[in-house]
Every structure is written in C-alpha cells, then in structure tokens.
C-alpha cells in the first residue's frame, strides 16, 4: 500500500529548516560520482530532458486518482501553466500567490518544501494565466526561473540568488495581449529568452542571450515581422535545433518561424506561412518541435508546418517538406521522430507520419473539454490532461487505443512532467507526485 503524505503552509518553515544542508551534498555526490548517476531521468525543462515532450522512461503509471496511487500531493495556491521541473530529488515551481510570485523548492521523496523565495511583485491575471506562467530551468548545479512581469533570477540548489534580471527595465515594456508566458531556454552556458511581442507596443521584437554565471547580457537581436495587430504575439518557447555539427536557436511567431545562431544572434533562415491569410488574431501559443532534423511550427490551428532543418535565407518553399490544417492552437505537439501527434483544444486527436505528413489516423476524440497542456510520450503511451483536471491515456503507435482516464477533479493548465518512475501533474489545489519513486527506472 502507498503512503501518500500532503503538506501545506504551516509545514515550509520546518521543511526548509531540516533539508538547507542536502542540495550541496547532492552537487557533491553528482560531480564526484557520475558513474552512478540514477538510469532515472531528470525534467529539467518544460518539455523534458529533450526539449521535445519524449521520455524514455518505462513502467510508468496508467491510472490514478485523487486518492489512489499517488505517493504524496502538495497544496498549491494558485493555478498556472508553469510545469514542476525536476533534478534528483529537487522540485522545483513557479508559484502565484496573491500578488507575489516565487520559486519554491521541494524535497522530490516526500513533497516537504525546502525553501521558497520571492521572484517578484505585481502578479496579476491575464485571462488564462498569471505571472508564474514560465517554467524554470535548471542544468542540476543552478536554476533559471522566468516571471511574466519579466524578472529573470538564478539560484544555486541551496536557494542562494546568484544574480536577478529585470528584462523590462532593460528593454522595455513587455506587450503581448495576454501577458508574457515564455519560458527561457538554457544551452551551455546561454539562457535564451525570447520577447516576440506588438499588439500592446510599438517596440520591436527581440531574442537575448544570457551568461548563466553572470546574468549579463551576451547579445541582443531584433527579430522584425510584418504581422498585424495581434498576430505578433508569440506565447512559445525558444527551441534547440541540432542536425549534424550544427545547432541552432528555432523561434516561431510574428507569422514566422526562424532559425538563429546561438552565437550570435544572427538569423540564419526564415520561413513564411504560419498566417496565410493575413489574420490580425494570429498569436501563437503552441511551442515550435523538433526532431530528428525537422521542425514543426504549429500557429493557431492552421497551417502547422513542417520543415527541413539546414536551410539559409528565404525557407519558405526550399525546405517545406509537409503541412496540415489540423494543428493545435495551444498544446504543443510531440513526435517520436515516426509518428508526430496533435492533440487539439476540443480533445481530438491526429496521428501523422513525421516525415512524409501523411495523415495516420484522425479525428479520434478524447472526453469533450478544454485542453491546455501539452501532451508527453512516455512508456509507449501519450498522456494530455484537460483544463477539468482529467488525463487521459492512449496507446502510441498507428492504432488508436484508449487505456485510461484519470480524473483529478481541479482545474489543470500544467503539462506532466516524468522523472524516476513518476508523474509530477499540477492543478490549482496540488501539486501530485503519482507512481512510485523508482531512481532505477529506465
């Protein structure tokens, strides 16, 4: 029988007490004895270890519920769109409560929290989202965590800030609609953070690399579009393309998808195509995918594209390889490098060959609702929960096979994040760890 453990608030004080000395022996462990790092994997990104929604965890749960097959839950005190991100046995959270926004750590085995400390003032609601929307990073010796009032902090995993960034106070006003949700992408020793912005600005767009030691500004590229009214509006997260010696920084929005050196800046290739028909209301909130040398830019709903990496110039046509009218408007697609899944906002499901578009199965629909998070592939199974608080389960592969729904009962924005045999879902209420912690889990 598993032991399922809830804190809440009157908890934190005890928790960040009794663990502040084990995130350093941990960094101590990892660095001295990488030969036997757990087989489990880390989530140190929104979209996993990969930045692309894929794990290669297996035995992975299937069901659960609100009381059944969850080892412990964690009150949460508001809602959001931020995933958990995961090193270890670290959690680590964007959290709204009130009007504060903060970053708390906890202790992965038990859901104790470590520590928790402040990012920012002046947390409002845009629609949908808070200022907490952006998921942190991490590369297991520090953490990256983005606001939406545009403060950028790193700590060390003892909750010691490094530096802090106020990108607004650098560049100014952030002006997207709905409010700014991107989350920043770490490579080596860059964060890279994207502020595609218009309806609410006359600014120009503009893509920044961070050093992660110092906190400084290595470049700053404007990155212009002729989108209208809304459609410069991009809610995505910045990509990480490589293909042969290559890698490159892949951006989606502003009508566009482009690809940047992640030295400089410089773009090196643009495709046109993400809003045919000129639609002033074409923000982007479905983040750009890639695998195996392709990138899908999903826009709102119609076209996705999808596109062959190692182009220069105008891509447009040269390196189109197929497109659908069947993407999604929110959640992020994932692909196995085979089969590339769609999970649209009404539950209905398309399955297309990755390489060729060619349309696998369709219109398979899931329990009617809204769906917001992005699906994850994991354990041969694709999971994507609705905003009702129910994740539904279903066979990978070219058959549609629904194995299970599990329903949570609370609202859900956040996306499944998987590490050591466990599924971290996060609703309004909680923050859930379900399955068994298995650090061998492979």
Not at 233 to 259: K, Q
Not at 261 to 277: I, V
Not at 298 to 312: I, K, M, S, W
Not at 435 to 440: C, K, L, Q, V
Request: glycine content about 10%; charged content about 20%.
């Amino acid at each position: 029988m598993m032991q399922r453990q809830v804190w809440n608030s009157s908890q934190y004080v005890l928790a960040s007490t009794r663990f502040s000395a084990w995130p350093a022996l941990v960094a101590f462990i990892v660095m001295a004895f990488p030969a036997q790092a757990p087989a489990g994997e880390n989530w140190p990104h929104w979209r996993g270890p990969a930045g692309n929604g894929v794990a290669t965890e297996t035995n992975l749960p299937t069901t659960w519920g609100v009381d059944t097959n969850v080892s412990w839950k964690v009150e949460m005190p508001a809602w959001t769109g931020s995933t958990p991100i995961i090193w270890r046995d670290h959690v680590f959270l964007n959290v709204a409560d009130g009007t504060n926004i903060s970053l708390w750590c906890l202790d992965r085995a038990n859901g104790a929290v470590r520590w928790t400390r402040q990012l920012s003032d002046g947390d409002r609601r845009a629609r949908k989202q808070n200022m907490s929307s952006p998921s942190p990073v991490t590369n297991g010796e520090h953490v990256y965590v983005m606001t939406g009032t545009g403060v950028l902090t790193a700590f060390d995993f003892e909750g010691r800030q490094l530096w802090m960034r106020d990108i607004q106070a650098s560049y100014g006003a952030f002006g997207l609609n709905w409010g700014y949700a991107s989350s920043p992408l770490l490579v080596d020793d860059g964060i890279y953070v994207q502020v595609v912005h218009g309806m609410r600005t006359d600014d120009p767009s503009y893509l920044l690399r961070i050093d992660q030691q110092s906190g400084e500004t290595v470049w700053r590229v404007e990155r212009p579009s002729d989108a209208r009214r809304e459609s410069p509006d991009s809610y995505t997260t910045p990509a990480l393309l490589s293909y042969e010696a290559t890698r490159e920084l892949i951006i989606t929005g502003g009508d566009v998808v482009t690809g940047h050196s992640l030295d400089t800046g410089e773009e090196l290739w643009r495709a046109d195509g993400l809003n045919p028909d000129d639609n002033g209301a074409y923000r982007i909130i479905a983040s750009p995918v890639v695998y195996g040398g392709m990138i899908y830019a999903p826009t709102r709903v119609r076209p996705l594209l999808a596109l062959r990496a190692g182009g220069r110039g105008d891509i447009t046509t040269s390196h189109l390889v197929w497109k659908t009218d069947y993407g999604p408007d929110v959640p992020t697609p994932v692909t196995d490098g085979t089969f590339f899944y769609v999970v649209n906002d009404q539950g209905i499901v398309w399955v297309f060959d990755a390489q060729t578009g060619e349309e696998i199965y369709g219109r398979q629909r899931l329990r009617p609702g809204t769906y917001s998070a992005s699906p994850i592939l994991a354990d041969g199974k694709i999971y994507i929960t609705n905003e009702a608080g129910l994740t539904s389960v279903f066979r990978a592969g070219p058959q549609f096979e629904l194995l299970a729904e599990n329903d949570l009962e609370d609202y859900v924005l956040s996306s499944i994040a998987v590490s050591q045999g466990q599924l971290f879902l996060r609703t309004t209420t909680y923050l859930y760890a379900i399955g068994e912690h298995n650090p061998t889990a492979n």
